[in-house]
């Protein structure tokens, strides 16, 4: 049983970790205060913070800490005094000898348009297991063993051609690493620069794009290092301002950056190379959705530039299910035996299953045509999403949607009759059962709202996730919500 | 290019790394070096520390590294010259571009009987496929996208049924973690551990047994901890020296102490769980084998006596494959969300299909005759070892198989024509293509060779990785070796 002192300390990594399963920040800090107050983290009757000191603690809106503490106390978990602030309520639920149990995340989200996950309907279970079954039957006797900690050498031969000839990556299978999804090579990664930068000295911070995933930049702070952001504009990442930030390596989404969906613009490309080049810095380019451009050809992976000063770094996430934890990373020749070492140490090598039915179905086509196929679907629906917007909500400025599952929505200002602040929307739109995000919400910390770098207040929604019937019902309910309903 | 003073440093993990995948003591100093002459990693000239020099540094057998130096020069890739040592021969191979292809680890072993390794004929493909078949049918649409880093509430649920009803373990959904392998689990914990202890201060070592696996002492230095070694004798490990060892947990292997084979002794369990009490300590419980006993009913679960200081650590890398990477922890409360935070900074998670088809398994009875069916196949090889052994090498005593994969042959001393030291025996059965481990390979660095907690010289023999075929030859040549031919 814990003090509000101690608990609170953890509540930034906590929420870090439900938004990466996918909560939006006022869900996760609700599930958050639920289970604490459920469980055997905050006793009853401990005085929580006013929503004004946690908002600033945890550098959020004041209005979403409030509207929290407001479901609770609806749901009976905390007690609202006037004068004498929110407790948490009397009641024993749950004490003791067992872990609570998270609220099911998307309990109350019917139509999901959160960005960053595929339409899981897609996945192609028939073709996934008889790819299995073919590789099982060819794969030598030893596959199931223990092997190579950097995965089994059918997938990474398969990967190495795939990779040079869709995303024009120059690698081969000697210099791939098969991790377990995106999120474990980024943290390999991190922690093997920081250790080079001497961590014992507090390292070089990791320069990110100052609009990204909360749940990456844990990721990273977890390994090691910090993070300093870059400032995002239309052509992507300032990679001009790389120099003097003092940063030892970046992480930049140039086919798309996320959220934005800029292109990272050639000039940009080329001064992050030449950084790297000349301060022996490293580029990581995290090409999560690369292989979904719709309106022109596909962009060639920047790791091209300087196989040796950029780590391209992919997965199956998108193209197939982010479950299959099937990630993969083209490393410079000197990062190989240090990130085969780490590899090891962290989990030996992944499941050898997933490694030879993706390296069958890329071999057999089956692949390609599973991305060809996914790719329609997505731009049917990014052009649903255009159409929509463009009817009922015509002054909301659609960008972000050449390639990708995403968009994002700039919503007009200083309109007479106006629509309300982005937060404010995202609220409004989850009361209704609609899950999105305000573009703030991917704010890095060390970036002002009110500064320069800030962004325009928009919404990215992803037009991912919903299975199809949802994904319309969804869209009708974003129009209700934009044409002012 | 690096000279032999900034290669060499990395030496000690690097074989580490390569024996965690299955090669002997000097076929990994013979892969490692290979692969530095060939690559990029020594330069042609690079003068090599003579053999005495370079046993000294990594605690190895002075004959080891002689016969490595002498089988890489036959090979061309090392030069010795009487007066002028060792150097790394003149010829420049794959230099540049790409790393260096390892050689196939197993290429020289036809008889495989090192420890550690299931027999992968075993492997149910068609039930296996069929599980995962079902379980996807009947997976809910969102369980190949993100979730609980945690796991599959399927598998979980699964699990701590039947972690219940064969081994006795104490636990329930909530408060397993499911993860890539044991080794992940053992990282995560130690990474933990390390952090509670407060790392900046140095931290408190982990307790290990004074014979074990290297590769998880190596992962256990590698995520914080320093190990220190509990003596080991025929009831398992001395835990009553526990509390003079300075350290704040430990990792042993109650069921069958890996590699001697002793069942810790009830009073070595109490001991154990009395440390970790008094102190707040914790005791790391690695079951590795615990479903294969073969003379009398399984040992249950020394988690049992107190799951919120006892950590149970499983997985189906003996009953199933290793390449699966499925392995479990059953943790203490308190430990629950730090871990689930430490997985989720991770990887995120662990591959779905596999925990969805384990669950299918276990649910619908196919696991039990699973572990039942190798159960059998491994008692029958087991008997074998021990009739072959009882004709050929009487004088030899084996111990440590009354359950498990493996065998301790303890060789007879002063016998007069009696056998070689372990090291010799181990190299001439290296030259017959037979693969097997001296004990004494098996010893902590801090555990002295000739000090009063070194065990008698001893092989350790594994009965579980070879193909029916190979392992029949497998004991001739075993018989052979030990008869004297």
């Not at 309990?107 to 897609?122: E, I, N, W």
Request: charged share 25%; hydrophobic share 40%; glycine share 12%.
């Amino acid at each position: 049983m814990n003090s509000w002192a101690t608990w609170g300390q953890d509540l930034h990594l906590d929420l870090s970790e439900r938004r990466a399963r996918g909560l939006g920040l006022r869900a996760a800090l609700e599930d958050a205060l639920r289970e604490a107050a459920a469980g055997a983290s905050l006793a009853p009757g401990t005085r929580l913070p006013s929503s004004r000191v946690l908002a600033a603690d945890l550098g959020i809106a004041r209005n979403t800490v409030a509207e929290a503490y407001a479901q609770l106390a609806a749901e009976g978990w905390l007690t609202s005094r006037q004068g004498s602030g929110t407790t948490v309520a009397d009641r024993a639920v749950r004490r003791g000898g067992s872990a609570p149990a998270p609220r099911s995340p998307d309990a109350a989200l019917r139509y999901d348009l959160r960005a960053g996950r595929p339409d899981l309907d897609l996945f192609p279970h028939a073709e996934w297991l008889a790819a299995t079954r073919r590789a099982l039957a060819s794969a030598p006797r030893d596959a199931l063993g223990y092997s190579d900690p950097r995965g089994r050498i059918e997938l990474r031969q398969a990967l190495a051609d795939y990779l040079g000839r869709v995303r024009g990556v120059r690698t081969d299978p000697e210099r791939l690493l098969l991790t377990s999804g995106y999120a474990q090579g980024l943290s390999l990664l991190s922690a093997e620069l920081h250790a080079r930068d001497g961590s014992a000295r507090g390292g070089r911070p990791l320069a990110v794009e100052a609009y990204g995933l909360a749940p990456h930049r844990a990721v990273i702070t977890a390994a090691g290092p910090a993070t300093v952001p870059l400032p995002v504009d239309e052509d992507g990442a300032r990679t001009d301002l790389l120099a003097r930030s003092g940063a030892g390596a970046v992480l930049l989404t140039p086919a798309h950056q996320f959220p934005t969906g800029a292109l990272l613009h050639p000039a940009r490309r080329a001064a992050a190379v030449d950084w790297a080049r000349e301060t022996g810095g490293l580029v990581i380019e995290d090409d999560y959705d690369g292989e979904f451009r719709y309106d022109r050809q596909a962009v060639g992976a920047m790791q091209a530039l300087d196989p040796e000063r950029v780590v391209y770094a992919g997965s199956a996430s998108k193209s197939l299910a982010p479950g299959l934890r099937l990630g993969w990373l083209a490393l410079p020749v000197a990062l190989v035996e240090p990130m085969r070492a780490r590899k090891a140490a962290a989990d030996g090598q992944s499941g050898v299953l997933e490694q030879l039915a993706l390296a069958e179905l890329i071999r057999s086509g089956g692949y390609d045509r599973q991305v060809r196929r996914a790719r329609l679907h997505y731009r049917r629906r990014r052009d649903r999403v255009a159409a929509l917007l463009a009817e009922r909500a015509p002054e909301v400025r659609v960008t972000g949607i050449s390639a990708g599952l995403h968009a994002v929505l700039r919503l007009p200002d200083g309109l007479p009759g106006g629509l309300p602040a982005e937060e404010v929307l995202v609220e409004r739109a989850y009361r209704r059962g609609l899950g999105l995000e305000a573009l703030d919400s991917f704010r890095h910390p060390l970036t002002a709202p009110d500064g320069p770098d800030a962004l325009p207040p928009s919404l990215v929604i992803g037009f991912g996730t919903p299975p199809d019937r949802a994904f319309g019902r969804g869209l009708e309910v974003l129009g209700g919500l934009l044409g002012g309903e």
